[in-house]
């Protein structure tokens, strides 16, 4: 190999090597542009969907919702209190839930 076929070489490698971290850069690029188009098609269709639904069903929905995470926080701390008592209420849950369930085991 001569001397202008090693050097011609050497420059096709870094152009190589240049065109990777191009495809690389566009690579991520392509991909945060459809990240941020499917957010923002989701929050569209969010909006959609929330302007169909009457306001007073809106107020119930929130409403539920805070009561729900209210709920979830009293069961915390009542798990953090008494975590035995916790547990054997939620054992009996269980145990109920099979027995309606699962129907006849007899």
Do not use: C, N, W
């Amino acid at each position: 190999m001569t001397k202008q076929e090693a050097t011609e070489m050497k420059e096709l490698k870094r152009e190589i090597e240049t065109l990777k971290e191009d495809l690389a850069k566009l690579t991520q690029t392509l991909q945060k542009v459809a990240e941020s188009k499917v957010k923002e098609t989701a929050e569209d269709l969010q909006k959609q969907i929330l302007s169909q639904i009457p306001e007073e069903q809106l107020e119930k929905l929130e409403e539920a919702k805070r009561k729900g995470e209210e709920v979830i926080e009293t069961l915390k701390e009542q798990q953090e209190k008494h975590p035995a008592g916790t547990l054997l209420v939620a054992a009996g849950i269980g145990f109920l839930l099979g027995r309606v369930l699962g129907g006849k085991s007899g």
